[in-house]
Each structure stands twice: as structure tokens, then as C-alpha cells.
């Protein structure tokens, strides 16, 4: 059984910068399709970004341009660069990770991180 464990929140102005990151615990971490999701305060949540295994990349149109997403296999670590921070990316972060055949969103997820960004 994976598990995840998320680190990197906190608070910062706009415009300004954070890296989540995601450690993963598991036989199976390796083999499985990795991403981030948030959700705010009366919001639904909404799929951030995803990573495949071959490294291909897919990211919200909020994000695009702004949020980066890697991942260091030796580390077992999935990460979430966020720059030019905007106050409408405010909320709760949850990386998330399951079988490439399966929806991120059914798979394993963190306890999640806290971003809250200032105007």
C-alpha cells in the first residue's frame, strides 16, 4: 500500500513562490501515475497537475505557465513548484497517486498541505 506524506505549504504574497513536495512509501510507489489536487474552503476540488510515467506532463488551465510538476524517482518524491502565486490559489493541497490504469482521483492521497496566498 502507498503512502503519501505532503510538506511545502504556508503562507506568501502574491506573486511570490512555493515547492510542494510529496514523499511516497510503498513497494509499489515506483510503478504508479502521480499528481496534485486542491480544494478551497466551499469549493470543489480540481485536479492541479499529473505526471505519467514516462514523465509527460498535463496541468490545469489556472496553472499553466506558472506551476511546474517533477518528480525524483531515487527519492521516491513528487513536487509542485508554484510561482507567481495568485490569491485565487488559496486552498488545501493533496498530491495523489494510483495505477496508471485508474483515475488519480480514486487512487491514495495525502493528508494535504496548506497554501494560502495573500494579496
Known amino acids: 500500500q502507498v503512502q503519501l506524506v505532503e510538506s511545502g505549504g504556508g503562507s506568501v504574497q502574491s506573486g511570490g513562490s512555493l515547492r510542494l513536495s510529496c514523499t511516497g512509501s510503498?513497494?509499489?510507489?515506483?510503478?504508479?501515475?502521480m499528481g496534485w489536487f486542491r480544494q478551497a474552503p466551499g469549493e470543489e476540488r480540481e485536479g492541479v497537475a499529473a505526471?505519467?510515467?514516462?514523465?509527460?506532463?498535463s496541468y490545469a488551465d489556472s496553472v499553466k505557465g506558472r506551476f511546474t510538476i517533477s518528480q525524483d524517482n531515487a527519492k521516491n518524491t513528487l513536487y509542485l513548484q508554484m510561482d507567481s502565486l495568485k490569491p485565487e490559489d488559496t486552498a488545501m493541497y493533496y498530491c495523489a497517486a494510483a495505477p496508471c490504469t485508474r483515475p488519480l482521483a480514486r487512487g491514495v492521497w495525502g493528508q494535504g498541505t496548506q497554501v494560502t496566498v495573500s494579496s
Open positions: 510503498g513497494t509499489t510507489y515506483s510503478t504508479y501515475c
Open positions: 505526471i505519467e510515467r514516462d514523465g509527460s506532463t
